[in-house]
């Protein structure tokens, strides 16, 4: 008799405590809700960045996702810019570092400003080893961390400002130094971004560009790259041996270290 009314106190309890438990779409939802949100990039032939903030995106990236060779989904964590925002197209940048700017297997990368790794990601597809990266947004540093996890590459990831701070001794010797810059203000051409205080990923007066290009030379190996992304007039005042592409407003902008 004890054995039963055990038996029946068991299954009620636990029939209460897992009806009480949300179901699978309950998590889906509210763990989405708790995500900045999601990106995906896909790096086949091309660039491809989009963000996942709602269930058409979602739908329409999941049909790419299947026939693409080299896809992945990131999370965009708070304060971290998003390489998938429709409103700024970083594909010439990324386009770049896959195409045009000959990243060979075994190259040492630095990727300046990771923020959510993605640009880390494009190098390591190329350099097929392990990348440098640096961000002044502890909360980039993390959301890079978390990236190299979920693609399974090697990364070793710094919170530091490039414009103050000094680096191990190990970020030097570099083959690449990769940048997608805060943008510079630019007031002649109406391209003043304002942007709160607080906000890491764009806005330069100047500074940022300018301790950055002092840098240069002790992070680049002789003949070392640098490719930098920023408006056609950051892209004029760099003032070593360079080659400007320009795209519309902006500029990728290949730097050639000669000593
Ligand atoms: C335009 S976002 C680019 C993010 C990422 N690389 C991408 O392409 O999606 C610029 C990044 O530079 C970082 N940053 C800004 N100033 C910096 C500084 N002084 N030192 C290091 N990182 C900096 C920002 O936190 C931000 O993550």
């Known amino acids: 008799m004890f054995k039963i009314f055990l038996y029946t106190f068991f299954l009620l309890t636990t029939t209460i405590y897992t009806s009480e438990l949300p179901d699978e779409d309950w998590f889906r939802k509210h763990l989405y809700d708790r995500q900045e949100y999601l990106c995906y990039l896909e790096a086949d032939k091309e660039w491809f960045a989009c963000d996942l903030n709602n269930k058409d995106s979602l739908k329409k990236i999941f049909k790419r996702l299947l026939k693409s060779h080299n896809s992945i989904i990131i999370p965009v964590f708070p304060t971290v810019y998003s390489p998938g925002s429709n409103l700024t197209s970083d594909k010439p940048y990324f386009d770049t570092i896959l195409n045009r700017a000959e990243i060979k297997e075994n190259d040492k ?12 990601w494009a190098a390591w597809l190329k350099s097929k080893t392990k990348v440098y990266a640096l961000d002044i947004n502890p909360i980039a540093v993390a959301n890079t961390l978390a990236t190299a996890r979920i693609a399974k590459f090697p990364v070793n990831v710094i919170e530091a400002d490039i414009t103050k701070n000094e680096l191990p001794s190990d970020f030097s010797d570099f083959d690449f130094v990769l940048w997608n810059m805060p943008v510079l203000n630019d007031p002649e051409n109406h391209f003043n971004l304002s942007v709160p205080a607080e906000v890491f990923h764009d806005g330069d007066d100047g ?11 002790s992070l680049l190996k002789k003949k070392g790259k640098a490719i930098i992304w920023n408006t056609k007039k950051a892209a004029d005042l760099v003032y070593y041996n360079k080659e ?8 990728i902008c290949i730097i050639q270290m000669t000593n």
């Open 244 to 251: 400007i592409i320009p795209h519309g407003k902006f500029a």
């Open 109 to 120: 990368v630095l990727v300046v400003g990771s923020g959510t790794g993605a640009d880390v």
């Open 207 to 217: 500074t940022i560009l300018n301790q950055f290009l002092k840098r240069l030379p």
